[in-house]
């Protein structure tokens, strides 16, 4: 398998990632920066981590 001629950004922070994905969307890219900055953003997006969801006092069993 070759290797592919780019490198892929790391984006680091949520700000990093809402302006990748800004430049995503607004920008007129192709190829391989097109691929590049693709990559970095579905990278991010899977490496994010959720804070837990606080209790709101209802029993699972009770929630709908």
């Not at 990632?17 to 430049?23: N, S």
């Not at 920008?27 to 991010?44: F, N, T, V, Y």
């Amino acid at each position: 398998m070759s290797q592919l001629g780019f490198t892929v950004p790391a984006l680091t922070n949520m700000q990093d990632l809402d302006l990748a994905v800004e430049r995503y969307k607004t920008s007129d890219l192709s190829g391989a920066e097109l691929l590049s900055l693709w990559q970095a953003i579905r990278d991010a997006s899977l490496n994010q981590t959720f804070s837990q969801p606080k209790d709101d006092g209802v029993p699972v069993e009770n929630s709908y």
